[in-house]
């Protein structure tokens, strides 16, 4: 299995992968390097819109599992993804890279509200588009969210950069026999129940066709590998 070509991607980023070395928070040097990443990216010509998970500050279900009320636990989750959000608007723009915050929250103060037509405007003018807050809904995640995003924004694919290198069989941390796929379908990702997305981020992709890439975007260069086609990944797509 390939990939069509790109013009346009959703690159959905781990809050984890944001800890850099760290056990939680933001670590600057490393969202600067992954800032390199994008706009490497992007100077090939592609469109780029970006989603960044909130795993690194907050998740709801952790906040339940405590006590918490959820929907409560996961508005705060969606406020992490933004401080997320910022974090990386920041180091992009330190590297000269044009960008713009849009968020399922609104908060005025800081981004702008989800404006699809505004989206598309932005990227047309060379601006990357980073989305934050999920889809503004608590009981769902921001894989969800970058399913959504690339749907409405009509991306060619949803690349997730995340700590592991592609979709298992089982879980690589806990069974050292545990094999990766180069390609898998939609439908056995959720008939298995395999570790790639929930299964409403998947459901979308599937329904709209968009192929979904998941590869470690910890690994320096890795971006642009998979972009081109290149590099250890899987590829999440009807065979
Ligand atoms: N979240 C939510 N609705 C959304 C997106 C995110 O309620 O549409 C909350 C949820 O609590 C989630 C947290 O925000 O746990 C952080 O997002 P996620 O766990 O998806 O981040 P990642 O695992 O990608 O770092």
């Not at 060379?126 to 749907?151: E, H, K, Q, W």
């Amino acid at each position: 299995m390939s990939l069509p070509t790109i013009k346009r991607v959703l690159l959905k980023l781990s809050g984890e992968v944001l800890m850099g070395g760290q056990q939680f928070g933001i670590d600057p040097a490393f969202v600067a390097e992954l800032a390199k990443e994008v706009k490497a990216a992007k100077d090939t010509g592609l469109e780029i819109c970006l989603v960044i998970g909130g795993g690194n500050i907050f998740r709801g279900m952790a906040g339940a599992a405590q006590g918490m009320d959820r929907a409560q636990a996961d508005y705060m989750g969606m406020l992490a993804t933004v401080m997320n959000a910022l974090a990386m608007q920041n180091a992009l723009e330190q590297i000269g890279v044009q960008t713009r915050v849009q968020s399922a929250i609104e908060m005025d103060k800081v981004c702008e509200p989800v404006i699809r037509r505004r989206a598309e405007r932005h990227l047309e003018k060379g601006r990357v588009v980073i989305f934050a807050a999920g889809v503004g809904a608590p009981y769902f995640t921001t894989d969800s969210g970058a399913a959504l995003r690339a749907a409405e924004m009509k991306c060619d694919a949803l690349l997730k950069g995340t700590s592991v290198d592609g979709v298992y069989d089982s879980d690589p941390k806990h069974n050292p026999d545990a094999v990766r796929f180069d390609a898998v379908t939609y439908d056995r990702v959720l008939a298995d129940n395999l570790k790639v997305m929930d299964a409403s981020a998947v459901a979308l992709c599937r329904d709209n066709q968009i192929p979904i890439v998941v590869f470690s975007i910890r690994e320096k260069g890795n971006l642009a590998r998979v972009l081109a086609g290149e590099g250890v990944q899987t590829i999440v797509q009807d065979s």
